[in-house]
């Protein structure tokens, strides 16, 4: 039986968080409000938590969720490097909508799936999502919906979808955001765009060289030429919940 909480109501948020925290400790499935959608999460670093997100969602391993953080400093633990870019952009637009695709520190030991080394990392701006992440470290965190339908801006769409298996809701009302993050792959040697959304073009190219995924050169990439498997082009919004995506670039909660 599923827990819920509403979040508005301080007594309720925080046994809230309090109780969404033990089922994350436990391997088990909560569903958190973000900036852009609602998303369904786990431990990142349990290999069965992340198995059963994905199974939730009905998604294989070659669809890896993205990565919650609740801090830059749990961020930075993640990655190898963001390249010359990379902090300049997280100082601009962190906590917002902007994930950033780097390489994963090497020696993590996770297994989000097939996401050939990297990771899609992401700080929401939303006081419920980051006072969850402070307590439970780093979380895979997917868009809570069933894959191949919406997904839930509110509490009420997100239980529709996945019901039983999430133990703990909280419940933050409509997400305020409705627009999917800006995705940057920062593997290359210059910053590419993956998918506009968020965070505008001409708002980052104040902060960064940036190319879009045809100007892309196309060595110096873990990705190469044609981008992350799936990839849609750049400038195109995927649907909310599109598969195909790898290194968690495709979830509008986790983006």
């Known amino acids: 039986m599923s827990e819920r909480y509403d979040c508005s109501d301080p007594e309720q948020r925080e046994a809230g968080i309090a109780a969404a925290v033990t089922a994350v400790q436990k391997g088990e499935l909560v569903v958190l409000p973000t900036d852009t959608v609602y998303g369904v999460g786990a431990d990142a670093f349990t290999p069965w938590a992340v198995s059963r997100l994905l199974a939730a969602k009905g998604r294989g391993r070659n669809m890896p969720p993205p990565v919650l953080v609740g801090t830059i400093r749990a961020a930075n633990a993640l990655v190898e490097e963001m390249g010359p870019f990379g902090q300049d952009l997280v100082d601009q637009f962190w906590p917002g909508g902007l994930t950033l695709v780097c390489r994963a520190t090497p020696t993590l030991a996770w297994d989000l799936g097939e996401t050939r080394g990297t990771v899609a990392v ?134």
């Open 122 to 255: 992401r700080m929401p701006l939303h006081a419920v999502a980051l006072d969850l992440l402070k307590k439970t470290g780093p979380m895979a965190v997917s868009s809570a919906n069933i894959t191949g339908n919406p997904a839930a801006t509110t509490a009420d769409e997100a239980v529709e979808q996945l019901g039983d298996l999430v133990s703990v809701y909280l419940d933050g009302g409509p997400c305020p955001g409705g627009i999917a993050s800006t995705i940057i792959d920062l593997t290359g040697s210059v910053p590419r765009l993956l998918r506009s959304g968020a965070i505008p073009m001409d708002r980052l190219r104040e902060v960064a060289a940036l190319v879009t995924g045809e100007e892309a050169p196309a060595s110096g990439s873990v990705n190469g030429s044609g981008g992350l498997p799936g990839v849609p082009p750049a400038g195109r919004d995927p649907a909310p919940g599109e598969p195909g995506l790898s290194a968690g670039a495709n979830d509008p909660a986790g983006e």
